[in-house]
């Protein structure tokens, strides 16, 4: 199956805000999350919140921590702060483990074919 991936927004700055959503094969939206962008602290830190569309969960704060590795290529580390801890246990449950792999994997990809260009 071949899933598309949408940014319908990006405000990639301080106190800017995303929205985003997957698609399968026959266009239907299987999931959709929208956030907040509270910091960028240049090349290294992103503080955001992120919230899933239609599910009871509330918003959660992540920190995403990149680490340059070589001149192409960066590791991302993502700490996700919930609410409370039986609202984490629940989400740890959904099966998003595929869908978060597969976007990585389409981000990585694009951005080797444009740095390769």
Excluded: W
């Amino acid at each position: 199956m071949i899933f598309l991936y949408i940014c319908f927004s990006l405000e990639n700055k301080r106190h800017g805000s995303y929205q985003f959503e997957t698609r399968n094969n026959n266009g239907d939206i299987i999931f959709k999350a929208h956030g907040s962008i509270h910091d960028i602290i240049g090349e290294q830190l992103i503080i955001r919140t992120f919230q899933m569309e239609n599910t009871p969960f509330p918003a959660q704060i992540e920190f995403l921590t990149f680490e340059k590795i070589s001149d192409n290529r960066s590791k991302i580390t993502i700490q996700s702060i919930y609410k409370s801890a039986d609202i984490r246990d629940q989400v740890l449950k959904l099966p998003f483990a595929q869908g978060i792999n597969m976007a990585h994997n389409r981000l990585e990809e694009f951005m080797l074919s444009s740095i390769k260009q």
